[in-house]
């Protein structure tokens, strides 16, 4: 999917931010340096990367999305109103739910 000449970015934070540098990519923010056409980036929705991704002037196509809905235990979960250690999601430390873990997205810049 990365042609030669071209970089992976990650924008996330928790589990995203040491498998995207473990892969080689690199950490998106809003100062430069910025993605150019035919770099892939990958963002979390639950932690804010990919409403960052968005509101960046940059042309995107979605190449995919990555979600896992099996039933489990979510620590940082805002429909199971599990907040870990950020009362921003929820009260309780973990939960037991169906709905998604998060989603992620894949775009590769135009």
């Given at each position: 999917m990365i042609q030669s000449g071209h970089r992976a970015w990650?924008?996330?934070?928790?589990?995203l931010t040491w498998y995207g540098e473990q892969a080689g990519a690199s950490c998106l923010s809003i100062n430069a340096p910025y993605p150019q056409s035919g770099d892939i980036i990958v963002a979390g929705e639950v932690e804010g990367g990919a409403s960052l991704v968005q509101r960046m002037d940059l042309k995107l196509r979605l190449l995919g999305t990555v979600s896992s809905d099996r039933p489990g235990i979510r620590i940082m979960n805002p429909q199971a109103h599990a907040g870990f250690y950020s009362n921003y999601f929820g009260y309780l430390p973990w939960a037991w739910a169906k709905d998604a873990v998060n989603t992620y997205f894949i775009w590769q810049v135009d």
């Amino acid at each position: 999917m990365i042609q030669s000449g071209h970089r992976a970015w990650y924008s996330g934070q928790w589990a995203l931010t040491w498998y995207g540098e473990q892969a080689g990519a690199s950490c998106l923010s809003i100062n430069a340096p910025y993605p150019q056409s035919g770099d892939i980036i990958v963002a979390g929705e639950v932690e804010g990367g990919a409403s960052l991704v968005q509101r960046m002037d940059l042309k995107l196509r979605l190449l995919g999305t990555v979600s896992s809905d099996r039933p489990g235990i979510r620590i940082m979960n805002p429909q199971a109103h599990a907040g870990f250690y950020s009362n921003y999601f929820g009260y309780l430390p973990w939960a037991w739910a169906k709905d998604a873990v998060n989603t992620y997205f894949i775009w590769q810049v135009d």
